[in-house]
């Protein structure tokens, strides 16, 4: 079988239809699930065909509303409960428990003797022709359909046997491969596929590669690894004036100047600030440099970041 889900363009009549026949079919299951339960009691033997049969002699007086919509809406309920139960006992499954309204899943069944499709329309007992957003994409007999609802929107399932056969063909034509190393594959019929070899192809290329690496001069002396003060303030403090702030919370992710006016990310600064304490081995970052970072960064706003004073270096970007 092949299950093929499409949403209905229902109208709110055909919405209260469908409403209706979650509840007749809810109804039906909490009516049998609470007399399987007393039955079982009572150290009798229920079944979901004997419930069935005991509810369909009572319905037309106790429960005349159901006649309203599909018979399967009040007759499949019981043959689910029967499967339900076969699963507890084998304890491939949970106990069946009874549904809510609201909370459990709204959805309905519908025998196939009773579904009809023309083109983006299917016909529903007791309702008429519903539209459909798309056409089945599957040629077959419709077996059965289940109506579901999700959210708002609601949907129909069907349960298609395909009038054509996937399996191959007795005629057709066969072949056995088998992977390796020395052939990427080797086909039963004599041929094979060569095996790609990328390392063999590309090591010619990496020796090259090697060889230039191994005659570049490196102009550099060796990095060393130095671990500054944990206390030092290397957020608070602007790399670009020295200045502390010391109301800068955990929250500031940018770190504004008040001496300077210097907006810089708060780790960019941090980073600095470690730099510089570096001292004679590797030379400060300077201003013109931490401009270029920022406008690489994009955190730069060169209309309002720096005022000009006796106390401030000019800046001049091309």
Known sequence: ?????????????????????????????????????????????????????????????????????????????????????KRFFKKIGGKPKFKKKGKSKDSFYIGGDQIKVERQKVKIPNLGWVKLREDIRFQGKILNATVSRIADKWFISFAIKPSMSYLPCKNQASVGIDLGIKKLAVL???????????????????????????????????????????????????????????????SDRTYYCDECNLKIDRDLNASINLHNQLGGVHPEVTLVEITAMNLEAGLLNLTSIFEAGNKHQAISVA
């Open 188 to 250: 039963s019929d004599g041929s094979y596929i060569e095996s790609p070899r990328p390392l063999k192809k590309l090591l010619r290329k990496l020796k090259r590669l090697s060889r230039q690496l191994s005659r570049k001069k490196h102009s550099r002396k060796k990095g060393e690894l130095f671990i500054n003060d944990r206390w030092f303030a290397s957020s608070k403090t602007c790399c670009n004036c020295g200045n502390q702030k010391k109301d800068l919370t955990l």
């Open 1 to 85: 079988m092949i299950a093929h889900k499409i949403e209905l363009k229902a109208n709110n009549y055909q919405i209260t239809y469908f409403k209706q026949a979650c509840g007749v079919a809810r109804l039906a299951w909490n009516w049998g699930l609470s007399n399987w339960q007393q039955q079982y009691i009572e150290g009798l033997n229920p079944s979901g065909m004997s419930l069935k049969k005991e509810f369909n002699s009572i319905k037309k007086e106790q429960f005349p509303f159901v006649y309203n919509v599909t018979k399967y809406a009040v007759q499949q309920p019981f043959l689910q409960l029967q499967e339900a139960y």
